[in-house]
């Protein structure tokens, strides 16, 4: 195996965190709102094994670069590769394990997911990196703990300003389910997505951007100016989330085009986002991938994340008998699309995708059925 390869014998401890896709709530999480992601069968696979040193050394079978470091001096600042994730990570468990005298570690990352792709690849990586580290080093993080160790080393080591949604999504998975999610009081619910009724499928538009590279962020601060301008028509509100159409309607021209784009977004996925629940607890699917559908249109729109790649996926597969809705997933600018598709109607819709694409940007894409995962576990080697 490749970590004995790497690293010599014996044998290491095996360790799997899924991605995930969200279906609703697209750019909601660092506004408050709702949303409802779903941890996906595809992620990612840790290897590791204590050192009777202090070093620790990471490798991966996807990336080319390494990362050495000794534990008692771990780089402060980000160093710009992969590597990034489960350093931050590293440094967050170390940090909350009270001085408990811990050992080096060699580890292998590798996975199935696609990087960068808006499966949450990042997240897959720190979640998955904080339960490896718990469970080697004998730290019994619960839960919460390691969603949180993966949430700061993200936001304060890499420097992405993310919601809450992916470590949530991916620590609190239940095999299934979808999360719902309340990213103001962090509530959440586990609501069935019927299997025998409807499949998921992913297409990758092939485009990708780091999210690190700041056009995230900016999207971000947007959404906390258009909230400036808005709160005082709404004196209580405490974050855009909360901000009702009519307010929007009110204060609308003082937003400016671009802000009044982002502001509108958020306002009407928040609804969208609602009335998918009802639909999905009614047993009403198609309503269901009807408002990805929408979701789908007003990112394109109004928070302008898609691009021709993946409006092409989309409007293709919603053209397709049994094809209920889709979606670019994660926070877009490339990655790839989720499409909702009535069991059985797959095989045809995932063909004419691929044809369409092909036939328009003369590349294939990937079109595959994921399932749902039942979260964060040891694997058997
Ligand atoms: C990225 C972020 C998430 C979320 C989505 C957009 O995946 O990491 O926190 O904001 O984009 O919904």
Not at 177 to 192: G, R, Y
Not at 232 to 261: H, N, V
Not at 293 to 309: I, T
Request: glycine share 12%; proline share 4%.
């Amino acid at each position: 195996m490749e970590f004995v390869d790497r690293f010599g014998s014996p044998r290491p401890r095996q360790f799997f965190a899924p991605g995930r896709v969200n279906l609703m709530g697209a750019h909601l999480d660092y506004n408050g709102g709702p949303v409802m992601p779903l941890a996906i069968d595809r992620g990612t696979f840790i290897a590791l094994r204590p050192r009777a040193d202090r070093r620790v050394r990471f490798a991966s079978t996807i990336a080319p670069e390494a990362f050495e470091a000794d534990l008692d001096h771990l780089p402060t600042a980000r160093c710009g590769s992969w590597a990034d994730y489960p350093l931050g990570v590293l440094r967050e468990v170390l940090a909350s394990s009270d001085g408990a005298d811990v050992a080096g570690l060699d580890i292998l990352f590798g996975g199935n997911l696609a990087v960068g792709a808006g499966l949450s690849s990042s997240a897959s990586i720190c979640v998955g990196t904080a339960l490896a580290l718990s469970e080697v080093w004998d730290l019994d993080l619960g839960t919460m703990a390691r969603v949180r160790a993966a949430l700061r080393a993200e936001r304060e080591f890499v420097g992405v300003r993310c919601g809450i949604m992916d470590p949530f999504a991916i620590g609190l998975a239940r095999e299934g389910s979808l999360l719902w999610l309340d990213c103001k009081d962090e509530s959440t619910a586990h609501l069935p997505l019927d299997s025998g009724r409807v499949s998921l499928v992913v297409a990758d538009s092939g485009v990708r951007r780091e999210l690190a590279a700041g056009f995230f962020n900016r999207r971000v601060d947007e959404c906390r100016r258009a909230f400036e301008i808005l709160r005082p028509g709404q004196p209580d509100a405490t974050c855009l989330r909360d901000i009702l159409p009519e307010t929007l309607e009110a204060l609308r021209s003082e937003l400016g085009g671009e802000l009044e784009r982002r502001a509108s977004h958020v306002v009407g996925e928040v609804a969208r986002t609602f009335e998918a629940r009802d639909a999905l607890l009614d047993g009403r699917l198609g309503e269901f991938g009807e408002r990805m559908s929408r979701a789908h249109e007003s990112l394109r729109d109004l928070f302008e994340v898609s691009c021709p790649e993946l409006d092409c996926l989309v409007e293709t597969a919603v053209a397709q008998d049994g094809v209920l809705g889709g979606r670019l997933t994660g926070a877009g600018f490339g990655g790839c699309a989720v499409i909702l598709v009535r069991r059985g109607a797959e095989a045809d819709a995932m063909a004419r995708v691929g044809e369409v694409f092909r036939a328009r940007f003369g590349r294939e894409t990937a079109v595959e059925v994921y399932g749902a995962d039942s979260g964060p576990r040891e694997i058997e080697p």
